[in-house]
């Protein structure tokens, strides 16, 4: 079976400090990509990062990085220098076989 | 203009009517997917298209029906709404199933 599970249903961070999000995974495909998703209050989903399995090198995107341990199953992101605008919902999400599989989000709240 | 494109952005509905929301896209992608959101349980998945002539079953199809009219156009229906099936849906794109999925705007369905 092919899961996403997304431990921390709500998490809280002063601006400035940095967070992570944890996500596990469970998938028997050995080709498949890793993402996250942020869905702010507009609800658009918008996407954050995103890691190729086959690579060990962990994704960067500006103040957005991940932890990818690919035998853990694990995949997690770290926020540095949190900003107010990084309130949102935040999904971990992979695609194999054509298919795309969320967790049940994250809510992250940033505060002054 | 979105590159992923649903209607209507919002709908209220009667128990029992026969409704459809449409999803048009301009990428040009060959998958295209249909998901529900509802808190806490994160994006699930509904139907989901490889083409025009292959069309999946999600994990929670039951009362759903989809049709494929073009590759650019994905439609959802619900034959009879349900109070049940009041929530946030959403359209996505992906191109050869291994590249991040591209998101409409959703729509906001309540059944009354």
């Known amino acids: 079976a092919q899961t996403v599970t997304q431990s921390q249903p709500e998490m809280s961070v002063q601006e400035a400090e940095t967070v992570t999000l944890s996500c596990t995974y469970d998938?028997?495909?050995?080709?498949?990509?890793l993402f996250w998703y942020k869905q702010p209050p507009s609800r658009q989903m918008i996407l954050v990062i995103r890691?190729?399995?086959?690579?060990?090198q962990n994704a960067t995107e500006n103040r957005f990085s991940v932890n990818f341990q690919k035998a853990a199953k694990s995949f997690s992101l770290k926020i540095s220098d949190s900003q107010l605008g990084d309130t949102a919902m935040y999904f971990c999400?992979?695609?194999?076989?054509?298919?795309?599989?969320f967790g049940r989000g994250t809510q992250l709240t940033v505060w002054p | 203009d979105a590159d992923v494109t649903q209607t209507p952005r919002n709908r209220i509905t009667k128990t029992g009517k026969r409704i459809m929301l449409e999803c048009s896209q301009t990428?040009?992608?060959?998958?295209m997917y249909w998901y529900r959101q509802d808190p806490g349980l994160g994006l699930r998945l509904i139907y989901y298209?490889?083409?025009?002539?292959?069309?999946n079953k999600g994990e929670i199809s039951d009362g759903y029906s989809v049709s494929r009219q073009a590759q650019a156009k994905f439609s959802l229906s619900l034959e009879s709404a349900i109070p049940n099936q009041t929530a946030l849906y959403f359209c996505?794109?992906?191109?050869?199933?291994?590249?991040?999925?591209?998101f409409g705007q959703g729509t906001r369905l309540t059944v009354v």
């Open positions: 996505a794109t992906s191109s050869g199933g291994r590249t991040e999925a591209f």
């Open positions: 890691q190729e399995a086959y690579k060990q």
């Open positions: 999400a992979f695609i194999a076989l054509g298919r795309l599989y």
């Open positions: 298209s490889f083409d025009v002539k292959d069309i």
């Open positions: 998938t028997s495909e050995s080709n498949y990509y």
């Open positions: 990428k040009g992608h060959d998958r």
